[in-house]
C-alpha cells in the first residue's frame, strides 16, 4: 500500500506546494528580489534542499511508518495521564446520583479507592489509544495523499476542508477497531466496582462471560463518537494552522524558529480539542453506559439518558480533551521536528489555479 502511494506523493500539493512553485520558476517574486549586496539573489532549488535536510521522503514508508510511530506516542501517553479526569468523567457519566460534579466525583473516588484508585484503567487505555494512534495519525497521512492524488493539484486546494474530513474519518474508521477492545476493559474497570482491578483480571473474564462480543460490541458507538471527533480534530487544526499564519503570526511558517512553529501547533490543538469535546461527547456518553452494561445497545443506552444525559460531564470533558488534543498535536510535530520529517506549510493556491483566477499573468 505504501509503495504505491510514495510515487505519486511527490506530486501531491501538500509535499511543500510553494517550495515546489518555487522549484518550477513559478513561485513568489520575493525570493527573485535583491539580496542585501543589490545583486539579484539567484533562484535556489528549495525543494532539492529541502531534500537533504529531511530524513526520509514524503509518502515513503519510513515517512508513514514514523507518523505512525508519532501517533503512538501522542495519544497513549496524553490518554494514560488524564486518567484520572478520565475515570471521574465515566462515573459521572454511568452514575450521576452518585458522581454529581468533577469535584464530587475525585472526592468520592479518593475516599471510596484512594489515591491508586484514580489510576484504574490505565494499562487499557495506554494499549488501546497507542494502537488508535497508531492508525490514526499514519493512515491520515495515507489518505490524504491517497486522496489528494485523485482531486489533482487544483480541486485538493479549493477542496481542502473536505480532504482532511475524508482523509480524518477514513483513517478514525480503521483506529476504533484497533482501540475497542481496550475501551472495552477500561470501561468495566473503571466504572463496575469489584469487576476486575487490572487488565489481567478484566480480559480473561469478559471473554468468558461473553466472548468476543464483549470487546466489539462498542465498536459502533466508538465510531459514532470517534468519527466526528477526529473529523473535527483534524479538520479544524489543518485551517486554524492556516489561519493562524495568515492572520494572527506576524512572519511566515518559513520564517518562524522550530520552537515558535510548535508553539503555533499547540495553539491549533487546543481550540480544535474544544470543538472535538462538544461534538463527540454524546457518542461518549453512550459508549461510557453501553461498556458497563450486559446485553444493552446504543439506541437502548441513547433513549434512557434522554437530551440532558448524554450531555452529562461536557465539562470534565472540555477540559480534558481540549488539554488532550494540544498536547497530541504539539507531541506529533515534535516527533516530526526529531526525525527530521517533511512538514509541509499551510497549502498555497497553485499557480495554474492563480492563471485561471487571473490573479497573476
Not at 473529523?231 to 506576524?250: I, N, Q, S
Request: glycine residues 8%; positive net charge; aromatic residues 12%.
Amino acid at each position: 500500500m505504501f509503495s504505491s502511494v510514495a510515487h505519486l506523493a511527490r506530486a501531491n500539493p501538500f509535499n511543500t506546494p510553494h517550495l515546489q512553485l518555487v522549484h518550477d520558476g513559478l513561485g513568489d517574486l520575493r525570493s527573485s528580489s535583491p539580496g542585501p549586496t543589490g545583486q539579484p539573489r539567484r533562484p535556489r532549488n528549495l525543494a532539492a534542499a529541502a531534500m537533504e535536510e529531511y530524513s526520509c521522503e514524503f509518502g515513503s514508508a519510513k515517512y508513514y511508518a514514523l507518523c505512525g510511530f508519532g501517533g503512538v506516542l501522542s495519544c497513549g501517553l496524553t490518554h494514560t495521564a488524564v486518567v484520572p479526569l478520565d475515570l471521574v468523567k465515566c462515573r459521572m457519566q454511568v452514575d450521576p446520583q452518585k458522581y454529581k460534579g468533577i469535584f464530587n466525583g475525585f472526592s468520592v473516588t479518593l475516599k471510596e479507592d484512594g489515591v491508586r484508585g484514580l489510576a484504574k484503567g490505565w494499562a487499557p487505555t495506554f494499549l488501546g489509544y497507542s494502537m488508535q494512534g497508531l492508525c490514526k495519525f499514519g493512515f491520515y497521512e495515507v489518505f490524504k495523499v491517497l486522496y489528494s492524488n485523485m482531486l489533482g493539484e487544483e480541486n485538493t486546494y479549493l477542496w481542502r476542508t473536505s480532504l482532511y474530513l475524508a482523509a480524518s474519518a477514513s483513517a478514525e474508521f480503521f483506529a476504533d477497531i484497533a482501540l475497542a477492545p481496550m475501551e472495552a476493559a477500561k470501561v468495566r474497570i473503571q466504572t463496575q466496582p469489584g469487576y476486575a482491578n487490572t487488565l489481567r483480571d478484566a480480559a480473561p473474564k469478559m471473554y468468558k462471560e461473553e466472548g468476543l462480543k464483549a470487546f466489539y460490541k462498542g465498536v459502533a458507538p466508538l465510531w459514532m463518537r470517534q468519527i466526528p471527533y477526529t473529523m473535527m480534530k483534524f479538520a479544524c487544526f489543518e485551517r486554524t494552522v492556516e489561519a493562524l499564519y495568515k492572520f494572527v503570526v506576524p512572519k511566515p511558517r518559513s520564517e518562524c524558529s522550530k520552537p515558535e512553529q510548535l508553539v503555533v501547533t499547540f495553539v491549533a490543538g487546543y481550540i480544535a480539542g474544544v470543538f472535538c469535546a462538544i461534538v463527540s461527547h454524546p457518542a461518549d456518553s453512550v459508549v461510557s453506559v453501553l461498556n458497563k452494561e450486559k446485553g444493552s445497545s446504543a439506541s437502548l443506552v441513547l433513549k434512557r439518558l434522554g437530551f440532558k444525559g448524554v450531555w452529562k460531564g461536557l465539562f470534565a470533558r472540555i477540559i480534558m480533551i481540549g488539554t488532550l488534543t494540544a498536547l497530541q498535536w504539539f507531541i506529533y510535530d515534535s516527533v516530526k521536528v526529531y526525525f527530521r520529517l517533511p512538514r509541509p506549510p499551510p497549502p498555497e493556491m497553485p499557480e495554474s489555479l492563480k492563471k485561471k483566477l487571473g490573479l497573476t499573468q
